[in-house]
DNA sequence: CAATTTGACGACCATTTGGTCTAAAAATGC
DNA sequence: GCATTTTTAGACCAAATGGTCGTCAAATTG
């Protein structure tokens, strides 16, 4: 006997709730807020994800796996490794701008909010910058085999360093959006590492 | 009559609650925290403060206004421009290391926790990163007139740029932590833009 | 010294928090 | 159609939240 199945999809309730995380953070997010959000009622809520904690987990999962995988879209192994790259910083600049800007993103927020508190959350975040730092460095390491970076820079470190300006970004652009100065930035990367 | 003066200096007051705002962000911090941290009791810090929110604003305002005598005192007009720059980048991998890595930054973590959700805190931090903007810019076009840039720096598109690479450093080393790596992101940055 | 002003303290309060549990309903397999 | 299983809805709970208020002591001033 199988019983009465799952009214609710799983993977829309993570959806929706992933919004709402986005939107306000992990402590400024009420459960009643995720009910609603959800559709879900308590019981249900709690049967299938545990707790709040549970469901941010699930939420955060899937915010980083769906960065990654715009990220492998970019930086696509089979399109020009600088193409790839500046469809990279363009996403940014486009996530800086405009009321994408205000919302900010989850991961920077919660690893300031969470980063060192809550160990499940902070191994989550530390493996998502170390497959970003990866995935710059694996495609910088083609260009520069291409002889496509400027002379002097190193993969290594350029990736760090893009990582870092792309999240900075979004910090900054959290107060102080300006689509003008994004894209002008992200230029003049550009015109110092690439050639 | 002037009645019975204040038993508590609230300038180390508003010190202590910062110290654990900056631990534990704003929405993480409750009551009984802050009145341990104080040694304040729950009617004098009403009294004091109005309430718990007002208390966070003296407490960010006095943050802010610490790094921008940090920052003004890095760049000090009377110093050789490059040396300013170094120093200010330098104070920023000393806090993206070590033990204070892990605490982050009170602007950025409040930035992402309510920049967008609470007007005045909103406007506090819009201003600050303008402020540092513009400190940088300064610095920068000393820097130019000095002949000092690689060519074709600009002064307003690199000083956002750093300010940004800046603040994401201390995103990415609240769970990555790296001395090496970030000493190693300012080098190639001073490489690109300074001659 | 006396009067008065004011701060400190902590009991107190309503609300909201995250979380549990029960009872009814619904879908399944026989 | 029945028995079983699982979901659902929401009443319920204890704890913690931010915030108020009355009492008492202390310090200043005339």
Known sequence: MRGRPREFDPDDAIESAMGVFWTSGYHA????????????????LYAAFGDKHGLFLRALDRYIADSLTRLDADLDPHKD????????????VERTSGAGAKRGCLIVATAME??????EVE??????????EARLMTALERA????????????STAARLIMC????????????????????VVQALLDRFAK
Chains 1, 2 share one sequence.
Not at 114 to 119: K, R
């Open 29 to 44: 997010t009420s459960l009643p807020e995720l009910l609603e959000a959800t559709n879900l009622s308590r019981g249900s």
């Open 81 to 92: 490794v600088l193409d790839g790259i500046r469809a990279c910083l363009a996403r940014y």
């Open 114 to 119: 969470l980063g060192s508190q809550d160990v």
């Open 123 to 132: 191994q989550r975040i530390r493996r998502f910058f170390k497959a970003m």
């Open 144 to 155: 520069k085999s291409e002889r496509r970076l400027a002379d002097g820079v190193e993969p």
């Open 165 to 184: 300006l792309l999240e900075g970004m979004r910090v900054v652009s959290k107060t102080n959006a300006d689509r003008g100065s994004s894209q002008a």
